[in-house]
């Protein structure tokens, strides 16, 4: 199956998906994109900005997973409303640029994942654990049976642990507490993924009875 991954990080939710696909990912980050190739050799690794290379790119691909930039959603923005240094950002309206676009004009299968938002949803999600999704197929109840480990002391070198990473060796410019918050848990990627394959296979075989 040709998937994409759009604005890969380190690719925590790809980590459990195998060598079977052929996996293109977009990272703008070079330092990310670089890591995530030494991380994931057969993967194709693109240095491009995510939001453009799905326009240009969509009918490429099978499945499709994007986790578009979530600060400017997330209810951090109103729980530092308050202080003097608070700093205001408009909603990033790629996130709904990207689900409409695919609803309407993506024909293969595509999951958008991205915080639970500080406002209410302009398009309905469904929420599992933290995280809302955006998907054309249905979830399973639970994607994931590990706990977070966001927050508190430590938190980097917990998170480590918790995606069997070294985020220590990042060398770029963003935050590193900021780049291990951003990872998908593993196992939701890897139970979304067999999700699609399991629809996949359904669709093969009903496919081949017809034609029989």
């Not at 994931?40 to 997973?65: G, M, S």
């Not at 986790?67 to 709904?96: A, E, G, N, V, W």
């Not at 590193?176 to 939701?188: F, G």
């Amino acid at each position: 199956m040709k998937i994409l991954n759009l604005y890969a990080c380190l690719g925590g939710n790809r980590y459990k998906w195998g060598d079977d696909h052929d996996i293109t990912a977009v990272e703008l980050d070079p330092e990310l994109a670089r890591m995530y190739q030494e991380r994931f050799p057969n993967d194709t690794v693109i240095v491009k900005d995510a939001h453009q290379y799905l326009l240009d790119h969509y009918k490429e691909f099978d499945f499709i997973w994007s986790s578009p930039p979530c600060p400017t959603h997330s209810r951090i923005q109103t729980s530092l409303k308050d202080r003097d240094t608070f700093i205001p950002y408009y909603p990033d309206m790629k996130l709904y640029e990207e689900i409409l676009f695919l609803e309407q004009f993506f024909k293969g299968k595509y999951c958008i994942e991205n915080v639970i938002p500080y406002y209410k949803p302009l398009i309905t999600g469904i929420k599992r654990d933290r995280h809302l999704y955006w998907t054309n197929f249905n979830l399973p109840n639970q994607l994931s049976s590990r706990s977070g480990k966001i927050g508190g002391n430590d938190e980097v070198k917990r998170l480590c642990e918790f995606h069997d990473y070294d985020f220590y060796k990042y060398k770029g410019t963003q935050r590193i507490d900021k780049i291990a918050r951003n990872l998908v848990d593993y196992e939701a990627g890897k139970t979304i993924l067999d999700t699609v394959m399991g629809i996949k296979r359904k669709e093969d075989v009903l496919q081949t009875e017809l034609f029989q």
